[in-house]
């Protein structure tokens, strides 16, 4: 019997013995020769006394609910029969009815770590996806006291527990933290008292792992695993439609041909950069690069256009190679390129478009077998604060001057005869 139970019990039994002695003593007063004044004063007592009794019956129920009630919490944070935790997992199901497809990862896995630590006592979580040689796993997102320790690091399958979820399609548990101490370091490792990985699993095949670090550690596996699993299933279509959102978010930012940034997608960094550099006035310099292929209409005419699709992902590629990995590179629109690079004054900046044009100068584009052309392009260049402030402002700068260097250079030929290039 609970402590609920208990202190029902004994409230019941008083109650039933001030109900057979009330009247008892009421009809035994009222034949009684004492003075009416005495009659009041004694039925009187025997009132106070009965509210007296009723309220403390009261306030031992309210603590004992009180008590039931955080007994409770404390099991659906732990190993609790998943028909006891359905209100709290059909949040889940709410979530996922009400918000769909319509968030993206980083969103997605904050909304359901939170609903997640409704649910399961978390201290940290974090979402692990594949990389793109699907070799080692990388962290999408991460939320809690691992976050700072997880940014920019990659893992190996067989060296953490999302990899061994990911490569079993099961829920691991990593209880003592003998195996996630190498993934977050052994002071961080302090913290927390046990992991789980949940991989998640579309079309028989893993797609990502949440993983979770708990205050306490398990102790009833069993029962736990039974809750993680019911929250396994209804996180997978979350996760799975954020992926799908982010897809698109992509795909609406990205040019189809390079499989660069677009413009839309440049304006936007652009925005960004230059608001840092507007607060740090003098001390973050930033400039833009205007780019296009030399001829890229004559090549179109003379190859066609499949061929100067090609051309168009060669020099996207060849320009991405000596950049800063702070260099933002999108294609605008035909064979125009424009490039963000923050912190570089005009000085920086022309040593970067030097870099590109060697890279270009040592890499000729492959037209048949044995025939190759060199591509060369032309390049202008603004940089803030000199030739505006505004993102459309530096952008057309950069263009004008390219249009200028053209006309000032008509001259250069842009596709050389297979005889001229070795």
Known sequence: MDHTDRTGG?????????????????????????????????????????????????RKQTASSAVADQDLSLNLHADEPVDVIGDRLAALDEASRFFGASLNKA?????????????????????????????????AAADGKISHLLEDREFKFENCL?????????????????????????????HF??????????????????????REKIENQEAALETLEAIRTRITPLILGSFAVDRSL?????????????????????????????RSQDERPLSVVAIDIRNFDEANRQFGHATGDRILKFVAELIRQPLRKMDFLARSTNDEFLL?????????????IERVQKTLAENAFSLAEEEKIAIRLNFGL????????????????????????????PDNVAWFPKEYVH
């Open 193 to 214: 008292g046990s992991a789980i990985a949940l991989p998640l699993i579309n079309e028989e095949r893993p797609f990502a792992v949440f993983e979770i670090f708990t």
């Open 250 to 278: 992509s795909n609406a930012l990205t040019d189809s041909i390079t499989e660069l940034p677009n413009e839309r997608a440049l304006y936007v960094v652009l925005e960004n950069q230059l608001a840092e550099s507007i």
């Open 340 to 352: 963000v690079l923050p912190t570089a004054n005009e000085q920086t900046a022309l040593t970067i």
């Open 382 to 409: 603004a940089s803030y604060w000199k030739d505006g402030d505004t993102p459309q402002q530096l952008v057309r700068h950069a263009q004008l001057r390219k249009d200028q260097a053209k006309a000032e250079d």
């Open 107 to 139: 969103d997605m896995f904050r909304l359901v770590s939170a609903r997640v630590g409704e649910i399961f006592p978390i201290s940290a979580a974090a979402l692990f996806v594949a990389d793109a040689a699907r070799d080692a796993l990388t962290v």
């Open 162 to 190: 999302a990899g061994m979820a990911w490569l079993s399609g099961e829920i691991e548990v990593d209880r003592d933290l003998r195996m996630e101490r190498n993934v977050v370091g052994l002071k961080a490792s302090e």
């Open 10 to 58: 004994s409230a019941f039994r008083l109650f039933a013995v001030f109900g057979f002695a009330a009247p008892l003593i009421t009809f035994v007063v009222a034949i009684s020769g004492l003075s009416a004044e005495a009659k009041i004063i004694v039925l009187a007592s025997v009132a106070f006394s009965y509210a007296a009794l009723a309220f403390w019956a009261h």
